[in-house]
């Protein structure tokens, strides 16, 4: 009995898809592992500058506050066209969502956590963006490094954060190689990094910063008919 053509060009078939699928995914997480490996090694190339001249001064004009400020922006830049590591995850309140629910929709993405200073600091410009964008296509996603029985009412009461909070995303900020506290993302309706930024300064017109610096690529990413 001759053995049909068709079963063998069939596992053929999954198997190439699953080959470039498996190329794709190395790729992404490369990508942002080198961003995240370039960023940390120029902090540390500052870090050990200051401790070898320590009588220099750090101000904020000084050339190694400005080298840091820099190595922030080229971090920021490199994470801008990558694909957002994302899979399935379960809010505090029960929602499920995957890679099939979150396709279509922008997301703002912010990893905190409770002892986290700046991270609470900034969360009533983030919850700003959650009341300007309400009934638009945006998803905002608060993802916790901490556990879900800490993450308690009491808590949100005293520090109210409207995004949708996942509890024990260490692997997911893992995925993202997310290097402090707090980080933040813009990702577009494909799946891509439109916007990042890292840390929070809680003076002055900089406590709204999270705000503008989301509300210009949402504005972008939504068009013209605001949707």
């Keep these: 009995m001759n053995s049909s053509p068709v079963k063998p060009l069939l596992v053929y078939g999954f198997t190439l898809i699953y080959l470039l699928h498996a190329e794709s995914l190395y790729a992404q997480i490369h990508s942002l592992k080198l961003c995240s490996e370039t960023f940390q090694k120029a902090r540390q190339a500052v870090s050990d500058s200051r401790r070898a001249n320590q009588s220099a001064s750090f101000t904020l004009f000084s050339p190694a506050a400005q080298t840091l400020q820099q190595s ?16 399935s995850f379960k809010t505090l ?3 499920t ?8 929709k922008i997301l703002v993405i912010n990893f905190w956590f ?15 963006l959650v ?24 808590f949100f ?3 109210p954060f409207n995004f949708k909070i996942v509890a024990d995303a260490r692997g ?8 402090g506290y707090p980080t933040t993302y813009v990702v577009d309706q494909q799946g891509i990094i439109r916007q990042a930024w ?23 990413l939504l068009g013209a008919d605001g949707k």
Excluded: H
């Excluded at 003076?203 to 999270?210: A, E, M, N, Q, R």
């Design 198 to 220: 890292m840390g929070f300064s809680d003076t002055g017109v900089s406590k709204l910063d999270p705000y503008y610096k989301a509300k210009v690529t949402i504005d972008n």
């Design 114 to 128: 409770m002892g986290c200073a700046p991270c609470v600091a900034e969360m009533p410009a983030l919850n700003k």
């Design 157 to 159: 009461e005293k520090s």
């Design 72 to 87: 922030y922006q080229d971090w920021s830049d490199c994470m801008k066209g990558q694909k957002a590591p994302l899979s």
């Design 131 to 154: 009341e300007k964008y309400k009934g638009k296509n945006v998803l905002f996603l608060g993802f916790s490094t901490d556990k879900a029985d800490r993450l308690t009412p009491a």
């Design 97 to 104: 969502y995957d890679t099939t629910s979150l396709a279509g």
């Design 93 to 95: 309140t029960g929602e």
């Design 172 to 179: 997911l900020a893992r995925s993202f190689y997310v290097m």
